[in-house]
């Protein structure tokens, strides 16, 4: 019997190839650019794993075949304007919105009112809230704080821009409510060594007054030229107003008037005013003059 024998077929294994040029001539295996073996190489060496061996390490090959770690995968690596538009266009810049905030022009949570203004004179005031004849402040249209115009009518010695905005038995002297009042004493109906014939003006409240003259001027003589500026007013002092007589008509005597006005505190109450003399029938002529409370 004839014995066959078997045909050994070797086949080479993937990773179990030695190559002959990667070991040292004592069999030892070379593992870096340092062996010195005849054929060795500088290049990239794979493992058996697939690694790309490098000398700084082992870095991961992508199946996709990009590089994880190159710029390829990360457009803003490359291209700053990906992440930020502002750095491909000169003309856009970040901005940040200022807090809201009164005065604005925009109501916001807590306010009445926002005209854009720091003003109290309109109608929205500085603190963002509607102006009102109680907010304690000069606003809207008033002539003074929370009286005038749209308010109530003002109390003595408040601004004012016309009568209108004063209260009663007040008169807008051209800047402030005042008690005032005009007189005309005639020097024979309104005389007498007392008041009983006196004139009777309005009542006015106690304080400083203006007491100025316009004009006038009468004389206890008929027959001569003797007149003279003068007259009296009980509770006030007005002895200063005196031009003394001896002048020839009520325009001399006026214009002889050391001072034209002066400032008297007056008691209050009804004006009672009038020349002091007796008899009185023999008088002619008649001074004129006002009243006006003095504000500070």
């Known amino acids: 019997m004839t014995r066959r024998l078997a045909t050994l ?49 082992i870095t991961p090959i992508s199946t996709s ?28 810049t970040a901005t940040t919105l200022p807090p809201a905030h009164c005065g604005d022009g925009v109501v916001d949570p807590g306010e009445g009112c926002d005209d854009g203004n720091n003003l109290d004179a309109d109608a929205c005031l500085a603190n963002c809230q509607p102006a009102s004849c109680s907010d304690g402040v000069q606003s809207q249209s008033e002539s003074d704080v929370d009286c005038g115009g749209p308010c109530s009518s003002c109390g003595s010695c408040h601004l004012c821009g016309g009568d209108g905005d004063c209260e009663g038995g007040l008169v807008c002297d051209g800047a402030r409510c005042v008690a005032a009042a005009k007189l005309s004493v005639d ?77 008297r505190d007056y008691a209050g109450g009804p004006l009672r005013c009038g020349i002091i003399d007796d008899p009185c029938d023999d008088n002619a002529g008649s001074v004129e003059f006002t009243f006006t409370l003095d504000c500070p």
């Open 65 to 92: 075949g990009v590089d994880p770690t190159s710029s390829a995968s990360d457009p803003s690596a490359s291209d700053p304007s990906a992440s930020d538009p502002s750095a491909s266009d000169p003309t856009m």
């Open 9 to 57: 077929l070797v086949l080479p294994l993937a990773g179990c190839f030695v190559d002959p040029g990667r070991h040292g001539s004592d069999g030892a295996s070379a593992s870096g650019p340092g062996s010195s073996g005849a054929d060795d190489t500088s290049g990239p060496v794979l493992t058996s794993t697939g690694e790309l061996e490098t000398s700084t390490g």
């Open 187 to 263: 020097w024979v109906t309104h005389c007498g060594v007392d008041s009983s014939n006196w004139y009777v003006g309005p009542a006015l409240p106690a304080g400083p007054y203006r007491v100025l003259a316009l004009g006038g001027g009468g004389t206890n003589f008929v027959q001569g030229s003797n007149y003279a500026w003068q007259v009296a007013c009980e509770g006030i002092d007005l002895t200063a107003l005196d031009s003394g007589y001896g002048h020839a008509s009520p325009d001399e005597a006026f214009n002889a008037l050391p001072v034209k006005q002066i400032v």
